[in-house]
C-alpha cells in the first residue's frame, strides 16, 4: 500500500490500549482519550478519500472489530446491556454442547443465545464508522462513482469454553469448515448498477474481489495472480451466473478454534468436508440442510468420490502445502492417502 494507517503484523489490537488510545501501534499516532479505534480508522479513510476526490483511489479498511479483546465504548455496552435485561435475556441458557473433536476434560461449547453486550456494542461501533466511510463519499462528491463492498474474513468466534457471539443456524465459527466459519457477509454498492436491497443467491468467495475490483475499474484481469478467482461483474449486473463448477476450501492446520487440517468442496448446494487427521468424509446438501447436521456420505458413496477425487485434483494443480512429519513420526495425510 502507498499508505498505511494503523496496519501491522498483529491480527488484534494487543498493544497499548488496544482497542482504545493509546494504542500502541508503530503505524497509527495516538488520538485524543477514549477514543476507539474503529471510529479512528474511519476518520482516516474519511481523510483519505477527501485527500484522493479528484483521482481513482483504492481503500481497503480493516476495523479489527470484533476481534479479541472485546472492548466496547462504555455508552454502548450499558445500552445493550439495559437491552438484553429488558428483552429478558439475563437468566436463560447461553450456552450447549457441541462436537467433541479432541479428548478433554470439558465439552466443547457453542452460544444460543445472543446476550452479550460488549460484543453488540462493537458491532454498533463498527456499523457508525461505516456510516462515517459512506458520508464521506458523499461530502466529497464521489458517492456516485465509488464502488463499496463490505465483508468478513471469518465466521464468528468459536471456541470450546464457549464465545460472545452465535453463527446459528450455522454450524461451526472460525477456524472450521462448516459454514459458520466459511459463510460471510457480502454487500456491494455500485451506484447506478446494483439495485438497493437485491439480493444474489450466487456463492462466491474473497478470491473474487481481486479479479472484481480490477475488471469494475476497467483494468486487465491478471489471471496467473488470482488464479480461482473470477469477476462478479456478470453477476452484479444481473445479466449470467459465474461459469465455474466448483468453489474449494484448503485448512492445512490445527487451530485453538477447535478446528482440525481438512479440506472442502462445493458443487452447487452439495458440499464435502474431508478431514486430513483421519480421512473421514463429510457430504451435505446445503439447500435442505444450511445447518450441516446430516452427514449423507454413507448415503451417496459415488457422488463423494467424485468430489473427493476433484478436490484432490485441486489440491495437485495449486500445489497446495500440508503438515510436514516430525522427525521419527507418522507420516501425515496426503491427497490420495
Do not use: C
Not at 106 to 130: F, G, T, W
Not at 134 to 147: I, K
Not at 190 to 219: H, K, M, N, Q, R
Not at 308 to 326: S, V
Request: charged share 25%.
Amino acid at each position: 500500500f502507498d499508505i498505511n494507517r494503523g496496519g501491522w503484523h498483529r491480527g488484534g489490537p494487543y498493544g497499548g490500549g488496544k482497542y482504545f488510545t493509546p494504542y500502541g501501534n508503530p503505524r497509527l499516532e495516538d488520538g485524543p482519550q477514549g477514543e476507539h479505534l474503529p471510529d479512528r480508522l474511519a476518520s482516516e479513510t474519511a481523510q483519505f478519500i477527501d485527500a484522493h476526490r479528484d483521482e481513482p483511489f483504492f481503500a481497503y479498511l480493516a476495523f479489527y472489530s470484533v476481534h479479541t479483546p472485546l472492548m466496547g465504548p462504555g455508552p454502548l455496552v450499558t445500552k445493550y446491556k439495559e437491552k438484553a435485561k429488558r428483552l429478558g435475556l439475563n437468566g436463560q441458557q447461553e450456552f450447549a454442547d457441541e462436537e467433541q473433536v479432541f479428548p478433554v476434560d470439558e465439552k466443547r461449547r457453542v452460544r444460543i443465545l445472543q446476550n452479550h453486550a460488549v460484543y453488540a456494542a462493537m458491532v454498533e461501533s463498527m456499523d457508525k464508522a461505516v456510516g462515517k466511510v459512506l458520508r464521506q463519499l458523499e461530502e466529497s462528491g464521489v458517492a456516485e462513482n465509488t464502488v463499496v463492498m463490505l465483508t468478513a474474513d471469518n465466521g464468528g468466534l468459536s471456541t470450546s469454553e464457549g464465545s460472545p457471539t452465535s453463527n446459528l443456524p450455522l454450524r461451526g465459527g472460525k477456524g472450521w469448515l462448516y459454514e459458520g466459519g466459511i459463510r460471510e457477509v457480502f454487500l456491494i454498492r455500485w451506484p447506478g448498477e446494483t439495485a438497493p436491497g437485491s439480493v444474489s443467491d450466487e456463492p462466491v468467495i474473497t478470491t473474487d474481489f481481486y479479479p472484481t475490483i480490477l475488471d469494475l475499474a476497467g483494468l486487465p484481469l491478471k489471471p496467473k495472480q488470482h488464479r480461482d478467482g473470477v469477476s462478479l461483474k456478470p453477476v452484479l449486473q444481473e445479466k449470467e451466473s459465474l461459469k465455474r463448477d466448483a468453489l474449494y476450501w484448503h485448512y492445512p492446520h490445527y487451530s485453538n478454534q477447535g478446528g482440525i487440517p481438512g479440506g472442502a468442496i462445493r458443487i452447487g448446494d452439495w458440499k464435502l468436508i474431508e478431514r486430513y487427521e483421519d480421512g473421514q468424509v463429510h457430504l451435505y446438501h446445503l439447500k435442505d440442510d444450511l445447518g450441516e447436521k446430516q452427514n449423507l456420505a454413507a448415503k451417496y458413496p459415488e457422488r463423494v468420490a467424485a468430489m473427493r477425487e476433484q478436490l484432490h485434483r485441486w489440491y495437485l494443480e495449486t500445489d497446495a502445502k500440508f503438515l510436514q512429519a516430525k522427525p521419527g513420526g507418522p507420516e501425515p495425510w496426503r491427497p490420495g492417502s
